[in-house]
């Protein structure tokens, strides 16, 4: 994540750092975790030290792909069928991430958020979102971009619905007639994608 970046938060870290710095909410907190005043630096390794922390490895998912077939259960393993074949989840959610790194109209606040029409101003972008990693995604409710979707069980109601009707809507989306079980094997599935690695930054690491 490129802080001032155009397409990231548009935001120079010392303008960032200002803001913070000028908000009493933060100032204390800050200099609790990290140890060391607010300034551009000390935020840009906070950021930093924070995604360093995103591992997700041996996920149940993982180990499957490893070999051990034992590590799914039956129903994440029906639900990694669904979710490659008649619910079309890995046309989009593909690769080691699970995300094809595309921008997608799925639906969800049609209307209201433009996203990457907003970089691009191409009418084609209108309603795109970036297609999100699913590593981890059982500890990441709410979900979608504007956290309008508040469990995993709503999320695949929404996809079995064709997701969200609307003039540009993804071509891959239709209605999915998923019985109960496949969607229960779907949300088995992405519960095995929580990682066992997750190691959240040690407060004394700046680096
Ligand atoms: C055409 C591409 C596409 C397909 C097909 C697709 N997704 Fe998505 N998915 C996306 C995009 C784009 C988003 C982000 C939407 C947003 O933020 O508004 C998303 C968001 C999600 C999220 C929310 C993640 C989060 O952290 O908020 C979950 C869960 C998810 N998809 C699961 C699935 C499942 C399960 C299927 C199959 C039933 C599926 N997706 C099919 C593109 C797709």
């Known amino acids: 994540m490129a802080l001032a970046g155009r397409t990231d938060l548009d935001l120079p870290a010392v303008e960032a750092a200002a803001r913070l710095a ?33 591992l997700s490895g041996a996920s149940a ?11 799914l259960p039956a129903k994440a393993r029906d639900g990694f069928a669904l979710f490659n074949g008649k619910a079309r989840c890995a046309r989009c959610h593909a690769g080691p991430l699970l995300s094809d790194e595309g921008f997608h109209n799925t639906g969800v606040n049609w209307g209201t958020d433009l996203g990457r029409f907003e970089v691009t101003r191409q009418p084609e972008d209108r ?32 996809y079995d619905r064709g997701a969200g009707r609307n003039p540009n809507l993804d071509d891959q989306f239709r209605p999915l007639a998923l019985s109960l079980p496949e969607r ?24």
């Open 127 to 158: 309603g795109r979102f970036k297609t999100p990693s699913l590593r981890n995604v059982a500890l990441t409710a709410p979900y979608m971009h504007d956290g309008s979707i508040k469990t995993l069980g709503e999320v695949i109601e929404f």
């Open 184 to 207: 229960q094997a779907l949300a088995a599935f992405l519960r095995a994608l929580t990682g066992s690695a997750y190691a959240p930054p040690a407060s004394s690491s700046r680096r």
């Open 61 to 71: 998912f993982d180990r499957f792909g490893a070999g051990d077939r034992a590590a």
């Open 22 to 54: 000028n908000d009493r909410a933060y100032v204390a907190p800050f200099e609790a975790a990290f140890g060391a005043p607010v300034s551009a630096l000390a935020l840009v390794q906070a950021l930093a030290t924070f995604v360093r922390g995103q």
